[in-house]
């Protein structure tokens, strides 16, 4: 479930964490970007079954937000957009297993 209690905390990020998960059909990955003091959060979503490093950059969708909780909350809401208007996207994707 995308909700700001599945997704771990700024400090998570702050510590150079990566969060990454899926969701039903939509895989998604948020880290701190850019330099101190100008910090930013990234977040990329795109269609399963492949982890971020093999998917081609044409099919993740990039979208960034400043580094505090509410840049956190924003980037949770953005992945639940594009969830939501990309459903049909989502529900075509290959499974492995």
Known sequence: MLDDYSI???NFLSYGGIQ???HHGMRYRMIRTGEKPDFQITA???PE??????TPEEKK??????????GR??????MKE???SRREEWD???FIL
């Open 8 to 10: 771990l905390s700024l």
């Open 20 to 22: 990454t998960g899926d």
């Open 44 to 46: 990329w979503v795109w």
């Open 49 to 54: 079954p492949y982890c971020f490093e093999v």
């Open 61 to 70: 969708t990039e979208a960034v937000f400043p580094f505090t909780e509410e």
């Open 73 to 78: 909350i924003q980037a949770i809401d953005w």
């Open 82 to 84: 594009q969830y939501d």
């Open 92 to 94: 075509n994707t290959t």
